[in-house]
């Protein structure tokens, strides 16, 4: 998703096109692109914090909305509080579709594709994997295998990625469910947006339903607005209503923000288990670096070790952008009219010199959330004193 001025442009095109297609007597059309107008000054009014911009992208959004609703002859509830006319189709236009809401995969990516974090692996394979390969005597032993497991971590250090390898480990379904889609201000569609997307999940013989960023929608009730507290609430139904003796699922998500989460989502059998993601480990850099590596012209003095060495702290994402600038240094000479050439040990030095670790500044305002809420002892990974 963008910024909110991005959104807020989207949403002005979108909408002079739909008053566009109005004025020519094209009203489904119209309709539907007031429709994606409306949800896009939503998103917009949830990603500002200036209450100016707040309230007039909320009243544009209203206002958009009801002009979809009036082209159709009916009309939803703004969560806002305004009411509309009765819809008589009984439709809920305000509802996404499954494809909006996830993508269903078959992860191509396993554990023995990413580098290092063995003990995390390890955490994942008890929490996630054993309770499908050994649902038998999981229930033998009266252990519950269907509570969810909490992926946490600073931003750009895999924690997509193991969800997405633990599903190919366990050979399920990867239903990945888009939280930016999910959340919406006309009332009652957030919720069947989570609810649609337990139904998605429970549709495959064995999945794996991942909520990344899942913040975004399950924050704390107490600091929340009514449309997101019926969210979480939701959420902790669905949650509720897996059957773990009959339904081969297991729900996963991820967050850089562990502490802004419902502390009722992290009780036990909801998002019980908590897996600390923290940066790669030197292994994992190495791998990582040979990755990005793999289809650019490498020099033959370029050293992995040596780089994996030197870049403690930076996360998956900073080494990628790594090995990206370093290319674009011989490529920069050979636009240049230089002779092509390979990348060089020299090229990426420079750049790591340049670059400081991107999570830095993450650990600095989890160490400062974190006291807030009183949970030092919950999150302890991330409280470091030295910072």
Request: contains cysteine; glycine residues 6%.
């Amino acid at each position: 998703m963008g910024s909110a001025s991005t959104l807020a442009a989207q949403a002005r095109g979108y909408a002079k096109a739909a008053k566009d297609l109005e004025d020519s007597g094209d009203n489904e059309r119209a309709r539907q692109l007031y429709l994606k107008a409306a949800k896009l000054y939503n998103d917009a009014y949830s990603m500002t914090h200036d209450d100016i911009d707040r309230s007039t992208q909320r009243d544009l959004a209203e206002h958009l909305f009801s002009k979809a609703q009036a082209l159709k002859g009916g009309a939803a509830q703004y969560s806002g509080g305004v009411k509309d006319k009765d819809n008589s189709s009984g439709t809920d236009e305000s509802s996404l579709s499954k494809d909006d809401l996830v993508l269903k995969e078959i992860p191509k990516i396993g554990f023995s594709d990413i580098g290092g974090l063995e003990n995390v692996k390890e955490e994942i394979r008890k929490a996630i994997i054993y309770p499908f390969s050994h649902k038998e005597l999981y229930q033998m032993y009266g252990q519950k295998a269907g509570e969810g497991i909490l992926l946490y971590g600073p931003p750009g250090c895999g924690k997509t990625m193991m969800a997405k390898a633990a599903a190919k480990e366990c050979g399920a379904d990867f239903i990945s469910v888009k939280t930016s889609s999910i959340v919406s201000k006309w009332v009652g569609a957030s919720e069947k947006n989570i609810k649609q997307a337990f139904e998605t999940a429970r549709q495959s013989k064995k999945a794996i339903i991942f909520f990344d960023e899942i913040d975004s929608v399950a924050g704390r009730r107490s600091e929340s607005e009514d449309y997101a507290k019926r969210v979480v609430n939701e959420l902790l139904a669905q949650m509720d209503g897996v059957d773990t003796a009959d339904d081969d699922l297991l729900v996963l998500a991820a967050t850089n923000e562990p502490w802004a989460i419902d502390s009722a989502l992290r009780r036990p059998g909801r998002f019980s288990k908590l897996v600390f993601i923290s940066e790669p480990d030197v292994d994992a850099r190495a791998a990582i670096f040979s990755l990005n590596m793999e289809k650019r012209p490498i020099s033959e003095d370029v050293d992995v070790r040596s780089l994996a060495k030197i870049t403690e702290s930076y996360s998956g994402a900073d080494i990628s952008a790594i090995c990206k600038e370093a290319a674009d240094i011989p490529l920069g000479e050979a636009l240049k009219g230089g002779e092509a050439r390979n990348i060089e040990m020299s090229d990426f030095k420079s750049v790591i010199e340049k670059r400081k670790p991107s999570i830095l500044s993450w650990y600095i305002e989890a160490n400062t959330s974190i006291k807030k809420t009183g949970e030092t002892d919950v999150f302890s990974e991330l409280v470091r004193e030295e910072i």
